[in-house]
């Protein structure tokens, strides 16, 4: 194991940053493999980081629970993650999550890449900024449509016989650790919600402010508890359906990871900050300039 402290000179390349969720504790397949201990100005990661090659493509893999399930989806340090994989060159972001269907289309083991989020967390930081520190960022389109494309059509490519790939809807954040009651899940399908799961609007926020460009593969569990002809949503039937999913995304992963090295799409969540950045950075306190240094530096200059 080796511990970092990055600095934003001398950082090694890593292209790829992959966040396994319920179910993906680990990457199969890797070559010189590396794990890594961050220091981050926001604490500790969920767990190391994991680099490595596959099929000549260099990436880096973090469980965003632990990669023995520790976290709850609000006690997830979303903010030390996203910086560690940037600190490390970190430009993609594949996001690997188990969530509910919404729609009766969309079913149990049915693998969907959203485009739109709607937030139900209320317990989260969310934001690299404070502290003397304003920062706005567009996200009206929060996911990147050119790396979506990309993994989506590594979907297709890698999808099982009988298995379905949607493209586009609505991802639902809740808070958890709790299931949805029934009228709330009624309330998420009349909004025209296709799915529901409890991490990724956070790390998607907190992607843009750095930078980083982001996609969810999101893996279907089982109906959420609105369906009147299946069972209310139980572990069981969640932990049953994540083993079912967990070699096709490791497969999904791999092709994506393999397109994104090749083409190394363009985006826009490249220069998020270009455009957001509000205060004057000599108004900056000294030490929040220092823990922000790693997205402001090409607009404000390193800091000392």
């Known amino acids: ?63 965003r629970h632990g990669r023995h399930h520790s976290y709850l989806p609000s006690e997830v340090p979303y903010r030390a993650n996203i910086w560690a994989l940037r600190s490390l060159g970190v430009r993609w972001i594949l996001s690997c999550s188990a969530v509910g269907s919404l729609q009766e289309k969309i079913r149990p083991l049915d693998l969907l890449v959203p485009d739109q989020f709607i937030d139900r967390t ?79 609007h956070t790390e998607a926020r907190l992607a843009r402010e750095a930078e980083m460009a982001y996609t969810t593969l999101a893996m279907v569990t089982d109906y959420d508890c609105w369906h009147p002809d299946h069972a209310a949503v139980s572990v069981e039937m969640v932990i049953s359906n994540l083993h079912a999913n967990a070699s096709t995304a490791q497969q999904v992963v791999a092709n994506a990871a393999r397109r994104i090295h090749q083409q190394r799409p363009a985006s826009r969540a490249h220069r ?17 300039r220092q823990r922000l240094d790693l997205f402001t530096r090409p607009y404000w200059g390193p800091f000392n």
Request: glycine share 12%.
């Open 1 to 63: 194991m080796t511990t970092v402290s990055p600095t934003v000179s001398d950082l090694p390349t890593a292209l790829i940053g992959v966040l396994g969720g319920s179910g993906l504790y680990a990457m199969e397949g890797l070559s010189d493999v590396e794990e890594l201990q961050i220091d981050t100005p926001f604490g500790a990661p969920s767990d190391l980081l994991v680099k490595g090659r596959i099929d000549g493509a260099e990436l880096v893999f973090l469980a």
């Open 122 to 200: 209320r317990q989260r930081p969310s934001s690299f900024f404070g502290e003397g520190a304003v920062a706005h960022v567009g996200f009206a389109d929060p996911f990147c449509p050119n790396l979506s494309a990309l993994l989506a059509a590594a979907v297709a490519e890698e999808l099982p016989e009988g298995r379905q790939l949607h493209e586009g809807g609505s991802y639902l954040c809740m808070e958890g650790p709790a299931f949805s009651t029934r009228a709330e899940s009624e309330l998420y399908r009349s909004w025209g919600c296709s799915v529901i799961g409890m991490t990724n």
């Open 272 to 288: 998020a900050l270009a455009h957001g950045l509000m205060t004057a950075k000599e108004h900056v306190p000294a030490a929040t």
